[in-house]
């Protein structure tokens, strides 16, 4: 293995706020791994909506200077010694952790996963959070059963793309929500029953009317504050509604005792609450990229932004302007 720089290019924040604390570097320190952790030489970095929650605060960040993002794919130039699960220099990696947007990583092994061969780095890049999030949420969050209505919300989004090219494939009805035309016929054709733009249409109407009056069995619902309430509306009696993040903001507290209208389940969960062992975060990645192997899940790629580019990538999507997934190369 050739020797390592001292020092790589990263993005930092040393405060929370609005795109203009991202401040992209080229001399951060290339970190050392530690024993049960491998240094990953990043290809591409994946953006996630949560990277804006701990650019804003929302999430709190542990310490400042900080370095956003969750996920990335990559190769393992240095291994640290400790319990590896049979992970070595040279592995071609997908990972989960903290400090992605960077050319290096030091990561916890646990959360590294060796990329099946065949799969481009891009997908296999694309795939891993937003796939890992969609599969425990049909699976776990709501077990979604052959022929259930579902109702997602941003639809087209990185994470809704993949839900509903999941749920076609179990057979449910799917009702997705978007905010544009163009995003209404992304998600048609990623396989749901019926679009909604809910910029313009009235979605409870709509939902009780491809339902029979009777609602959804879930929700899935990752807007938030803006489409609570009309999430809560649109579940079936004995429905489920898993809200699983804060696009439009964090849901407000609100009164239990508004589910006793049909007995709806409320769920809010988080990946990382499914994917905690190394069991279940190797059988969930197992599936993900059989899928992924055998071509029946398109990971939509919005944009492959330059990593120097990082404050015109939370832009566009904190202001609705993709879909799919957002790349970051750590090289540009
Ligand atoms: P997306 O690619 O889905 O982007 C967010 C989308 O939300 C936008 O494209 C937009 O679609 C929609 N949206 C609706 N209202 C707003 C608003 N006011 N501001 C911005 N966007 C809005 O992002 P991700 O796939 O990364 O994440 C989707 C959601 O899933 C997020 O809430 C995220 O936190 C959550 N998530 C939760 C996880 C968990 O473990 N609980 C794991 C992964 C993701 P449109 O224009 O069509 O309305």
Same mark, same amino acid.
């Given at each position: 293995?050739?020797?390592?720089?001292?020092?790589?290019?990263?993005?930092?924040?040393?405060?929370?706020?609005?795109?203009?604390?991202? $401040?992209?570097?080229? +001399?951060?320190?290339?970190?050392?791994?530690?024993?049960?952790?491998?240094?990953?030489?990043?290809?591409?970095?994946?953006?996630?909506?949560? +990277?804006?929650?701990?650019?804003?605060?929302?999430?709190?960040?542990?310490?400042?200077?900080?370095?956003?993002?969750?996920?990335?794919?990559?190769?393992?130039?240095?291994?640290? *010694?400790?319990?590896?699960?049979?992970?070595?220099?040279?592995?071609?990696?997908?990972?989960?952790? $903290?400090?992605?947007?960077?050319?290096?990583?030091?990561?916890?092994?646990?959360?590294?996963?060796?990329?099946? +061969?065949?799969?481009?780095?891009?997908v296999a890049a694309a795939a891993l959070l937003q796939g890992l999030t969609a599969?425990?949420?049909?699976? $776990?969050?709501?077990?979604?059963?052959?022929?259930?209505?579902?109702?997602?919300?941003?639809?087209?989004?990185?994470?809704?793309?993949?839900?509903?090219?999941?749920?076609?494939?179990? *057979?449910?009805?799917?009702?997705?929500?978007?905010?544009t035309p163009e995003k209404v016929e992304l998600a048609r054709r990623a396989g749901?029953?019926?679009?909604?733009?809910?910029?313009?249409? +009235?979605?409870?109407?709509?939902?009780?009317?491809?339902?029979?009056?009777?609602?959804?069995?879930?929700?899935?619902?990752?807007?938030?504050?803006?489409?609570?309430?009309?999430?809560?509306?649109?579940?079936?009696?004995?429905?489920?509604?898993?809200?699983?993040?804060?696009?439009? *903001?964090?849901?407000?507290?609100?009164?239990?005792?508004?589910?006793?209208?049909?007995?709806?389940?409320?769920?809010?969960?988080?990946?990382?609450?499914?994917?905690?062992?190394?069991?279940?975060?190797?059988?969930?990645?197992?599936?993900?990229?059989?899928?992924?192997?055998?071509?029946?899940?398109?990971?939509?790629?919005?944009?492959?932004?330059?990593?120097?580019?990082?404050?015109?990538?939370?832009?566009?999507?904190?202001?609705?302007?993709?879909?799919?997934?957002?790349?970051?190369?750590?090289?540009?």
């Open positions: 293995m050739a020797s390592l720089p001292s020092t790589q290019k990263g993005v930092v924040i040393n405060k929370t706020g609005g795109t203009d604390v991202l $401040e992209y570097k080229t +001399d951060l320190p290339v970190p050392a791994p530690a024993a049960g952790q491998v240094l990953v030489k990043n290809d591409y970095l994946g953006i996630n909506y949560i +990277d804006t929650y701990f650019r804003t605060g929302l999430y709190k960040p542990a310490q400042f200077p900080y370095v956003l993002g969750r996920e990335a794919e990559g190769t393992i130039v240095k291994a640290g *010694g400790g319990e590896l699960y049979g992970l070595k220099e040279g592995d071609r990696v997908v990972w989960l952790g $903290e400090a992605a947007y960077a050319e290096y990583t030091a990561v916890p092994a646990d959360k590294v996963y060796k990329i099946p +061969d065949g799969i481009p780095p891009k599969l425990s949420l049909v699976r $776990e969050a709501y077990h979604v059963e052959k022929g259930d209505w579902v109702l997602v919300h941003a639809a087209a989004g990185g994470t809704g793309l993949l839900l509903v090219q999941l749920l076609k494939a179990i *057979g449910a009805n799917t009702i997705g929500t978007a905010s749901a029953t019926h679009v909604i733009n809910y910029s313009v249409e +009235d979605v409870k109407a709509k939902v009780l009317e491809l339902t029979g009056g009777a609602g959804v069995a879930a929700v899935l619902d990752g807007v938030g504050k803006a489409t609570f309430d009309l999430s809560l509306e649109s579940v079936a009696r004995k429905g489920t509604l898993v809200s699983f993040g804060n696009a439009s *903001g964090a849901v407000p507290p609100f009164a239990i005792a508004r589910l006793s209208a049909r007995n709806t389940r409320l769920l809010r969960p988080t990946l990382f609450n499914y994917i905690a062992t190394r069991a279940e975060f190797e059988a969930y990645a197992a599936d993900l990229f059989g899928f992924a192997a055998r071509g029946e899940l398109d990971f939509r790629i919005h944009d492959t932004y330059p990593l120097s580019e990082i404050a015109r990538a939370h832009a566009d999507l904190e202001g609705r302007r993709t879909a799919g997934k957002l790349l970051l190369d750590p090289t540009k």
